[in-house]
């Protein structure tokens, strides 16, 4: 029902920014809670941020808290990760999920829509 799509995610430098975008098809994305989470192979998904339905209110994880901001523009059904003073260990795959029954969790178990992801690496 909803389509996801990420981009934005490429090599850069510690300290570097990215910002990703998440572009959502189908039903509008403002009816679900939309998040970013991230994994690295061998490793479980985490979250990393999450903006919710109600008001837009944003949860992040500790690990990211002060440097990314997750955000969406209405207009564009897109979600967005801004990710500033970047970190080797910021290096992953980034999802994006839309959930439209939980409001804000924090489990990927919750979020019923994927994107296929993109590559963050940060060298240094």
């Known amino acids: 029902q909803v389509q996801l799509v990420e981009s934005g995610g490429g090599l850069v430098q510690a300290g570097d920014s990215l910002r990703l975008s998440c572009a959502a098809s189908?039903?509008?994305?403002?009816?679900?809670?939309m998040a970013w989470f991230r994994q690295v192979p061998g490793k479980e998904r985490e979250f990393v941020a999450i903006?919710?339905?109600?008001?837009?209110?944003?949860i992040y994880a500790d690990s990211v808290k002060g440097r990314f901001t997750i955000s969406t523009d209405t207009a564009k059904n897109t979600v967005y990760l801004q990710m500033n003073s970047l970190k080797p260990e910021d290096t992953a795959v980034y999802y994006c999920?839309?959930?439209?029954?939980?409001?804000?969790?924090?489990?990927?178990?919750?979020?019923?829509?994927w994107g296929q992801g993109t590559q963050v690496t940060v060298s240094s």
């Open positions: 999920a839309a959930a439209g029954t939980y409001d804000g969790s924090r489990s990927q178990y919750d979020y019923d829509y």
């Open positions: 189908g039903r509008t994305f403002s009816r679900y809670t």
């Open positions: 903006i919710r339905r109600s008001g837009g209110y944003t």
